[in-house]
């Protein structure tokens, strides 16, 4: 289910004009799901996917909890060090939800705007 939820995920956000660096990025810290950079190459974007059948046990993106956006926010501190770019960095969910064949997607946009108890974000 992952995979999928993943490629229609990256091809919403191709639609929107976005370029994906990466899918599956891995470090020691754990896994981004995709890496991309808005049309305007004025932020990088760190999207994290979750896939579910339907909503009736909750939103997806709730399923993001504080250890998750720690393990997302170190791995993206690596892909930093790795790739130096002048760009602001934003955190995304994207919500798929299979719904009988007919999938929809929800992009949250800066789902987590305060990273103050993270370093260096």
Known sequence: MG??????????????GYGILERQFHTKFGEIDIIA????KSTIVFAEVKTRKDSSHGLAAESVGHKKLHRMVRSAQAFMLENPVEADIRF???EVYENRGCPQLNHIENAFPDLSGFTDF
Do not use: N, P, R, W
């Open 92 to 94: 995304d969910v994207i």
């Open 3 to 16: 995979d999928f939820g993943e490629s229609l995920a990256a091809a919403l956000l191709e639609s929107k």
């Open 37 to 40: 950079m808005t049309q305007d």
